[in-house]
């Protein structure tokens, strides 16, 4: 069945360093990718996507990577702030019938910005 | 935009009680989720819905747990009787229908059974 998982759960980075956050997904029939933040006591937020057809996207201090033959994205986030301190789950969605898409999230990676 | 909403943020209740837990979709969306997240099992998707129709319920862990969509632009997610093991943060997330966007999610109810 379909599984999202994460590599690592919990991620220390030097404040000003990159990170950078992996994810392997299960099911080939995905072709869409998220990433959300979540903060202490918040909902998820979300930060990037990325489609199938595409293989890197770039936001606002953060790139998404996508390699489809080995089943894999991750998160690039460039000069780690404080605020970056988050849990980090990426999603992956996939035709669940009727013309509907279902997201399925990995456990998540905690990030930690050392100051 | 006020983005999802849910009410209550927190409830604490006893074993047995019902539960009722509420969220308002973002406007002109019309995809509704409901997730419960723990530490142990992560995020859950438990039932979607598009255009107030339920697509995809298997993640309901029984038949204790339902939800409604009364309509378009709201939901309730109901829990009867709880349980300790019911505990957890729930989310909704709203979507717009159909079509694969993401999801947005609201600030969660934490739901603690005694």
């Known amino acids: 069945g379909e599984s999202v998982g994460l590599h690592l759960p919990t991620l220390s980075v030097q404040e000003g360093d990159n990170s950078i956050i992996n994810c392997a997904y299960s099911?080939?029939?995905?072709?869409?990718f998220i990433w959300y933040k979540q903060e202490s006591g918040k909902g998820p937020q979300f930060i990037i996507d990325i489609r199938s057809n595409m293989d890197k996207r770039q936001g606002q201090r953060v790139t998404v990577l996508l390699n489809k033959t080995v089943k894999h994205l991750s998160l690039q986030i460039a000069a780690t702030q404080p605020g970056d301190s988050a849990v980090y789950f990426c999603a992956g969605s996939s035709p669940s019938g009727a013309g509907s898409y279902q997201l399925t999230f990995g456990k998540g990676t905690k990030l930690s910005v050392i100051p | 935009d006020a983005g999802v909403i849910q009410s209550p943020r927190h409830e604490v209740t006893e074993m047995g009680q019902e539960v009722t837990l509420r969220c308002k979709l973002i406007?002109?969306?019309?995809?509704l989720f409901w997730y419960r997240q723990t530490m142990m099992r992560g995020l859950e998707l438990l039932i979607y819905f598009n255009n107030n129709v339920p697509i995809d319920d298997s993640g309901m862990p029984e038949d204790r747990f339902s939800a409604k969509m009364p309509n378009a632009s709201f939901s309730t997610l109901k829990i009867q009787p709880s349980e300790p093991r019911d505990s957890a943060v729930y989310f909704c997330a709203s979507r717009r229908g159909g079509t694969n966007y993401e999801q947005y999610f609201g600030p969660g109810t934490r739901l603690t059974v005694t």
């Open positions: 406007s002109g969306h019309n995809s």
């Open positions: 099911n080939s029939a995905s072709d869409y």
